[in-house]
Structure formats: C-alpha cells, structure tokens
C-alpha cells in the first residue's frame, strides 16, 4: 500500500466510492465537490489516494482544523490536525490497509514537531470503526454533534508529548 497525492484524474474512482453503502453511511458531509476541490490545493489540507499494486483502493485527508476554511471543528488551537478516512474498495476493506493508510498519515501528521493531537470524528452508529481507531492506538473523548450527526471524537496524542493539551 502506498499513499500518493490525490490529483484530477481521481475523479472517476472518488465519485464511484461516494456510492459504496458502507462509504455513503460513514460520512457526515456526502458532497465533497470532488470536481472543484480536486484543483485546489489549499494550506491547511493534504488529500491522498492509496494505491496497491498501482489501483487505487481508498482515500485520505489530513486537515489542520485551526485553518480548515469552514471552521467544522470550532475555534482551534494550533497543534492539531484531523483525519478522514475510507477505503472505497469493498474487497480492499478488513485486509490491514486501512491501519496501513493510518499509520502514515500519523507518522506524516507528527513529522511537524509542532503537531500534539491528532483528531477523528466517526459516527457514533459506526462502531466498527471505533474499534478500527482504538486499536490504532486512539482515546475515545466525548461524544459531539456536528450539523445533524452525532459523532464519537476520538483523539490520538503525540508519544512523546508531556505538554498536557485538551
Ligand atoms: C474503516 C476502514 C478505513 C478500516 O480499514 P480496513 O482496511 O478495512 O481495516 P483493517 O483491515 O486495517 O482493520 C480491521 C478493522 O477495521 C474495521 N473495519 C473493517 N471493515 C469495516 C467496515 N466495512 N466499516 C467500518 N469498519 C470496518 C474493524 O474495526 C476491523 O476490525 P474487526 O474485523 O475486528 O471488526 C475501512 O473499513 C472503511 O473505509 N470502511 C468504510 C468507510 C468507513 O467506515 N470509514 C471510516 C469513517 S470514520
């Protein structure tokens, strides 16, 4: 498995995984305006598409929620970044990739030494994936509505970090 950036041509396999059930019942925001946003590459986000053998099987992003234009998170401090993540593949899914996928987005994530808190937001009905980011090594933090949805923050701290952040 290997993370490359995501780039136009992505389209086609991004809009075909916003139909898969599993992908369409795990996302809080089901339009991610794939046309536009694919030629944008602002600050505050990475998107990544992962490959295996060459064929592209899932997508990633990383945000720095303190920049993040709409402001999703809230007011931030710096420090932070957040992850989305799904493998759009069926056949793809419960082989290991998508730790794969998560182990290096966290390891790009605290390769910015001023980076102590990873942030994820599953669904709260989406309990495979709890399970999924618990054994990643997350820390369930409280239960937040964002928009009409209600979803389990999970937060993941830098190892090292004695700093004490919220
Ligand atoms: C969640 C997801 C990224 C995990 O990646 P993966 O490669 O399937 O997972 P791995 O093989 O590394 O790890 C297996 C664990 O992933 C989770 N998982 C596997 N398939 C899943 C699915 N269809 N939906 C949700 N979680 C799933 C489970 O926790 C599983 O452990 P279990 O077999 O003990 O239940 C991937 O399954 C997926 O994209 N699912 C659909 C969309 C989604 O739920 N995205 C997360 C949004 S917060």
Redesign the pocket.
């Known amino acids: 498995m290997a993370l490359r950036p995501a780039a136009p041509a992505d389209l086609s396999h991004l809009r075909r995984w916003d139909q898969?059930p599993?992908?369409r019942?795990?996302?809080i925001d089901s339009d991610w305006h794939w046309e536009t946003e694919l030629h944008r590459q602002p600050a505050w986000r990475e998107w990544f598409i992962a490959e295996v053998d060459g064929r592209p099987i899932?997508f990633i992003q990383i945000i720095d929620p303190e920049h993040e234009e709409s402001q999703y998170w809230g007011c931030m401090k710096a420090g932070h970044r957040a992850i989305?993540?799904?493998?759009?593949e069926?056949e793809?899914?419960?082989?290991?990739?998508?730790?794969?996928?998560?182990e290096q987005a966290i390891e790009r994530c605290f390769a910015d030494p001023s980076v102590h808190t990873i942030l994820?937001?599953?669904?709260e009905s989406?309990t495979?994936?709890?399970?999924?980011?618990e054994?990643l090594g997350f820390e369930y933090v409280v239960c937040r509505t964002f928009g009409d949805d209600r979803c389990s923050v999970y937060k993941l701290t830098r190892p090292d970090d004695t700093r004490g952040h919220a």
Not at 84 to 88: A, H, N, P, R
Not at 120 to 123: G, W
Request: glycine share 14%.
């Open positions: 898969d599993d992908v019942a795990s996302l899932g989305d993540i799904w493998i759009g069926p793809a899914r419960g082989r290991g990739y998508g730790a794969q996928m998560m994820i937001d599953p669904l989406n495979r994936s709890h399970r999924f980011y054994n």
